[in-house]
């Protein structure tokens, strides 16, 4: 299949563009980080093309269907996600540091895709409850939620080697000269954490509603349901902490690292417990 | 003043505790996914002493979402946000009004770019500046400061109502989910195809549910891909009120069906093994004859030679295929034996068996010789019946919520203050501004006033 070839190049693009991130910071040169950010850009640009033949291939194969509905198609859509939002929050501040650790993010995500066995890339068939309008504005809402919190982890890292880094008596080292000063990484942290709750509430809203079509009940208490509650109520934590309660600092970014952890499991981890998403 | 200093209103208006609190509930929700709930918890109960079992078992650990715990937080939550937002409430609303007066200090230590000297009478520049923000904003307000007229435009001051939206609908949602789980109802329904059901089995083995209606299964349709996944299943259900048909319609999974108030959902399906078993016999020599029964049925051989009865019907008979029991009494006695499908390929695996096994012989009644041509597979579905009374506030507080984080997080509150001065005989204007975020949208609209009147081609100096 054309597209899952295109994928595979992709992965490697994304490698790419890693390695550009990493040594433009280490050496302190702007040059290599904007080398890597059009290798991204390039990466998006083929991954989306991919996207797209994917969807008309199932067409073809009588089954049209976006293309996400089993685990690969939603790593996939997720790395995506990941790219094209961190791509945007790079146009808008023009800072190319944070690439550094939320590039490798969707590269992992796709290497994960192509060479796990578990996962298979086949197009696969909707069984009935997947057959719902429902489902892709799940699926989307859900993952540009992740993907924005993917890219508050990143920044929440770059915060901690930042603030680590400015001990007194320490001389800041080269490769920090890039990095934004800590309060304008913390803005940055703190408006893609804003960004990812509202996607990530209107990912549960809109699940619940499918759910309620599908299943009779809007909420179950199955595994993935709760842990998407609980990395809701961790960056809701997040939010209060900080506006309320004036957190700054190491303490946001442990916060946001916490709620990636959770995301994470809510998105992977729970596999390995019983669920009705099992297909996911 | 006297509640705001009463221990118990400051425990409850503390974001503290609702950090504990979320905390708490995070904790508890995770502890649910890892502990197998409810059903489920029976497997486990089979590994733990009995004494284990009872400690976890008082303390709600196989049902932590219906237990005290998991209420007590939700409970002291809910408290927790309407104090708080009480509390805070006054302060918004006062920022809402925004009657703060408009204050000369906001025009000091303005940049070059943000002044212009303008042509024209005092009151001429005023109506214009007026007219310009009027343009741009809803609410357009004139002060009197000491250096001259202020003029106040500002838009999204909703803003600062959004978190007491977002806050409404948690509470909207919670009390949704309480009145679901005191006044819904949840069952399922099993009913063979071509048959009513007019009772309901309550989730968590709580007994039958009356309907007070009958729900018959007038065909049950299913379609496979070729991989054998199911495509679609479907139950085509008549609603009988009174023995009569009242409301007719296809049930599919994602397409729900209400009648009287309850919704039903196509849940699962499955085959019952007590479907049409289709026997055929014939005396030594002497003709083929069919007869097609139905479980505990029995038939009359000719000329009264014996009654043969459908004893047990079994889709797969020790991994031998759809085989049948029959009892055959007659003034000979009684005899039973299994009558298999597939007995060919049974008796080419296993010479002799039917010798050796006469329970597995189809000839035992002799002369006559049974044979089984098929058992006509009988579906029957399984529905969902839910009512939730809670669904309606659940669905606005969902509304609330999201309408709120949008107020929240993308309207900003932005004021602008456009003072007209008489200075060193000129007319000059000044356009100042706030926003509640740091935002360059905010530069930009600065920028854009100050050009108003410099377009005009009366910027002077
Ligand atoms: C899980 C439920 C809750 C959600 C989803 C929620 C959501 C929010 C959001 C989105 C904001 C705006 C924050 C910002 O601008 O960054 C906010 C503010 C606030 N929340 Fe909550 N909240 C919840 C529970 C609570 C509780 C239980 C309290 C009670 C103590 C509370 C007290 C506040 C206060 C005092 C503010 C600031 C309001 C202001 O602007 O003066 N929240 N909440």
Redesign the interface.
């Known amino acids: 299949m054309i597209s899952a070839k295109i994928l595979s190049w992709v992965t490697f693009v994304y490698f790419a563009s890693f390695t550009g991130y990493l040594i433009g910071l280490i050496r302190g040169r702007d040059r290599w980080a904007r080398l890597a950010s059009w290798t991204a850009a390039a990466g998006l640009l083929a991954h989306t093309a991919a996207l797209l033949l994917r969807w008309r291939a199932s067409y073809a194969l009588g089954m049209g269907h976006a293309p996400l509905s089993n685990l690969y198609e939603s790593l996939v859509f997720f790395a995506w996600a990941v790219v094209f939002l961190y791509l945007l929050v790079e146009w808008r501040t023009r800072n190319r540091t944070p690439g550094v650790f939320v590039v490798p993010v969707a590269f992992l995500l796709m290497a994960y895709a192509s060479i796990s066995p578990g996962v298979s890339d086949r197009i696969q068939p909707l069984i009935p409850a997947l057959q719902s309008n429902w489902l892709t504005s799940h699926v989307i809402t859900c993952f540009m939620g992740y993907a924005a919190f993917t890219v508050a982890f990143g920044l929440a890292i770059l915060h901690l080697i930042k603030n680590r880094q400015r001990k007194p008596g320490r001389e800041p080292s080269r490769f920090l000269t890039l990095i934004p000063d800590e309060h304008d990484l913390e803005e940055l942290l703190y408006q893609s954490v804003l960004l990812g709750f509202v996607f990530l509430t209107l990912g549960i809203i809109t699940g619940s509603v499918w759910a309620h079509y599908a299943w009779g009940t809007y909420w179950s208490w199955d595994p993935k349901e709760t842990w998407s509650l609980v990395t809701w109520v961790i960056y809701a934590g997040l939010l209060h902490a900080r506006y309320v309660r004036g957190w700054r600092g190491r303490r946001l970014a442990v916060l946001a690292l916490v709620g990636f952890a959770a995301m994470l499991f809510t998105y992977l981890g729970v596999n390995y417990l019983p669920s009705l998403h099992a297909y996911m | 003043m006297g509640i705001r200093n009463n221990p118990v209103w400051s425990f409850f208006s503390s974001?503290?505790l609702?950090?504990v609190l979320?905390?708490v509930?995070?904790v508890l929700?995770?502890v649910?996914?890892?502990v197998p709930?409810q059903e489920?918890a029976q497997e486990l109960a089979k590994r733990l002493s009995p004494g284990t079992i009872r400690i976890l078992g008082t303390l709600q650990v196989f049902d932590l979402?219906h237990s005290v715990w998991f209420l007590l937080a939700m409970g002291l939550l809910t408290a927790n946000l309407i104090i708080c937002s009480i509390n805070r409430f006054p302060a918004s609303w006062r920022r809402f009004k925004a009657e703060a007066p408009a204050d000369e200090h906001l025009f000091r230590d303005l940049p070059p770019e943000r002044t212009v000297y303008v042509k024209g009478t005092r009151d001429e520049v005023v109506t214009r500046a007026e007219q310009a923000l009027r343009r741009r904003y809803r609410d357009v307000r004139r002060t009197d400061a000491s250096r001259g007229p202020v003029l106040q435009g500002q838009k999204g001051r909703i803003t600062h109502l959004g978190v007491y939206a977002v806050h409404l609908g948690v509470l909207l949602i919670v009390a949704g989910?309480v009145a679901g789980s005191l006044f819904g109802f949840?069952a399922y329904v099993h009913i063979g195809e071509g048959e009513t059901a007019t009772t309901a089995d309550l989730m968590g083995g709580k007994g039958q549910h009356n309907l007070g209606f009958g729900i018959r299964c007038d065909r049950f349709l299913i379609e496979t891909?070729e991989?054998g996944?199911?495509?679609?299943?479907q139950s085509d259900l008549t609603f009988l009120k009174n023995g009569r048909p009242a409301l007719q319609g296809a049930l599919?999974?994602?397409?729900?069906l209400t009648f009287e108030g309850i919704?039903f959902?196509?849940?699962s399906y499955g085959q019952s093994a007590d479907g049409k078993a289709r026997l055929s016999y014939s005396r030594k020599g002497g003709d083929r004859k069919d007869e097609a029964v139905t479980l505990g049925e029995s038939f009359i051989l000719p000329n009264g030679e014996g009654t043969v009865q459908v004893l047990r019907v079994e889709e797969n008979m020790m991994q031998m295929g759809p085989a049948v029991k029959l009892g055959v009494r007659s003034g000979r006695g009684a005899v039973q034996f299994w009558v298999f499908q597939e007995i060919e390929r049974i008796r080419e695996g296993n010479p002799g068996l039917f010798e050796q096994v006469p329970l597995f012989n189809p000839g035992l009644f002799a002369p006559y010789v049974f044979s089984l041509r098929g058992i006509d597979a009988r579906y029957y579905t399984v529905l969902?019946?839910?009512t939730?009374p809670g669904?309606p506030l659940?669905a606005a507080g969902?509304l609330f919520?999201?309408a709120g984080?949008?107020l929240v997080?993308i309207v900003d509150h932005r004021r602008v203050w456009v003072l007209v001065e008489e200075a060193k005989g000129k007319v000059r204007v000044a356009v100042t501004g706030r926003g509640l975020r740091?935002s360059a949208g905010l530069d930009r609209e600065l920028s854009d006033l100050v050009r108003v009147f410099r377009e005009k081609g009366d910027a002077q100096g």
């Open positions: 974001l503290r609702t950090l979320l905390a509930l995070a929700a995770v649910g996914t890892l709930q489920s979402y989910g949840d891909y991989n996944m199911p495509k679609t299943y599919l999974v994602n397409h729900p919704r959902y196509q849940s969902k019946a839910a939730d669904v659940v969902g919520l999201m984080l949008l997080f740091t």
